[in-house]
């Protein structure tokens, strides 16, 4: 499956024909799933139950463009989180939770739209204390 969607990620082909080329590939799949939901073995039978009840949502990459097979640039955008908190021994309150959660948002958000994280947070303190500025915007759509 990998190999065909990266061949595909490289040329450019047609989705369809993507579809077409894995569609041996997904009922192998969906025949074993089938085959060893009846295992005796509880983590091969709730393996299979789960994915033949997700099955519809499996291969939504296959069909709708910006997909992708992995979730890597999810895990990559939550890598800096997961970093702090393990550097850092997490928070020791729900304030502190929250605050977290706040900074990593704004920080994560401005680096998805080539704002200097460190620069917009500056303009933000200088805007709280002063009554002559207003608190900066992020741009809400995100870039192309």
């Not at 990266?6 to 450019?12: N, Q």
């Not at 369809?16 to 192998?28: G, S, V």
Request: net charge positive; proline share 6%.
């Amino acid at each position: 499956m990998f190999a065909r969607w990266h061949a595909f990620d490289a040329s450019g082909g047609s989705r369809e024909k993507l579809c077409l080329d894995t569609l041996p590939i997904r009922q192998r799949m969906f025949d074993y799933c089938t085959i060893f939901r009846h295992c005796p073995d509880p983590r091969v039978k709730t393996r299979t139950k789960r994915l033949l009840a997700n099955w519809q949502h499996l291969f939504t990459f296959l069909e709708n463009d910006g997909g992708e097979p992995t979730n890597n640039a999810a895990e990559r955008a939550l890598r800096p989180a997961v970093q702090w908190r393990k550097n850092c021994y997490g928070s020791q309150s729900i304030i502190g939770e929250r605050f977290a959660e706040s900074l990593l948002s704004v920080t994560a958000t401005c680096k998805l739209h080539g704002v200097n994280a460190f620069h917009f947070l500056t303009a933000v303190v200088r805007a709280s204390f002063s009554t002559k500025h207003s608190l900066p915007e992020l741009p809400l759509a995100l870039p192309n």
